[in-house]
């Protein structure tokens, strides 16, 4: 069991937990991810590593999109198992010092603002400098803004105009794309998708972090595979990262919708589950 330090929604859909674990901060490298576990019957959630304190709590941001992600949203106190840092390091922080001169323009849309923030943190403290875009329906499903305006020149763009400019990451990345040598992308598959598609047209080297759905965390169920350069990949050890302009962005979309009926029941019967226990 993990103790659970915080565990609180910070906008509509989305949750920030905290939870006291100091051998994943020991090894972690940003760009990778662990694997939590509400209680012991759960699902294995992947969720990147958004920051950590020097009281050895690592913090993550993840959205309610289904029933193990709402069940983890219940959690107060504390967790079955945290595992990590699982995947492969960000290229770019990996290899920091060839990155000293270029010109680096990061993509985040919606909660791929988490693994964004770290990226940017760790380069920052090499020296590295680099924008953001960041992109959301409206003004109050952007996150985290304080602390990434911290470290970096940070355009915002907004779906209604509430905040930034009125538009889509796309719409925000071409009016200065010329100007960069990098872009990382990290947020839904249909925005990276689209992303790619630009960034392809001005030949910008573009890497983005997959996220297919994903059970064991170590290339053994072959769950989170997704091709690229058509070869197919394990996203959990070859990954998250890839270069954008060879994955199959069709296929990946395909993939996550694969169990999206069975989700729906299993929300459905999550409800009914809560409702009745209330009722007592």
Same mark, same amino acid.
């Not at 694997?35 to 690592?58: F, N, Q």
């Not at 990061?106 to 992109?135: M, N, T």
């Not at 305006?149 to 719409?171: Q, W």
């Not at 994903?214 to 959990?236: E, H, I, L, Q």
């Given at each position: ?37 509400? @209680? ?29 992600? @709402? ?41 791929? #603002? ?24 409206? @003004? ?66 573009? #890497? ?73």
């Amino acid at each position: 069991m993990k103790k659970v330090v915080i565990n609180e929604k910070i906008s509509e859909n989305s949750y920030l937990i905290g939870i006291e674990d100091k051998e994943i901060i020991k090894n972690f490298i940003p760009g990778q991810f662990c694997v939590i576990m509400a @209680k012991e019957s759960s699902e294995r959630i992947p969720l990147t590593i958004y920051d950590y304190d020097d009281k050895g709590i690592v913090y993550l941001i993840y959205q309610v999109i289904g029933a193990s992600t @709402k069940e983890l949203s219940m959690i107060k106190d504390s967790i079955y198992s945290l595992s990590g840092p699982m995947g492969r390091p960000s290229e770019i922080c990996m290899n920091y010092k060839e990155y000293l001169d270029k010109k680096i323009i990061y993509v985040a849309g919606g909660v791929g #603002i988490a693994p964004v923030y770290p990226q940017v943190k760790y380069l920052k403290s090499k020296g590295v400098s680099c924008d953001i875009i960041y992109g959301a329906r409206n @003004k109050d499903l952007l996150l985290i803004r304080d602390k990434i305006e911290e470290l970096a020149n940070v355009t915002y763009a907004t779906d209604d105009g509430s905040f930034g400019i009125k538009g889509n990451v796309c719409d925000a990345l071409k009016k200065n794309i010329k100007k960069y040598d990098y872009c990382v992308a990290i947020g839904p598959v249909i925005m990276m998708k689209f992303v790619c598609e630009l960034t392809k047209k001005y030949h910008l080297k573009t #890497i983005v972090s997959m996220n297919p759905i994903m059970v064991d965390g170590s290339g053994m169920c072959g769950a989170c595979r997704c091709m690229v350069d058509g070869k197919m990949k394990f996203a959990c050890i070859e990954g998250p990262e890839f270069d954008g302009h060879l994955v199959d962005f069709d296929s990946a979309l395909k993939r996550l919708n694969i169990y999206k009926e069975e989700e729906k029941e299993k929300m459905i019967l999550m409800d009914k589950k809560m409702e009745a226990n209330n009722g007592r």
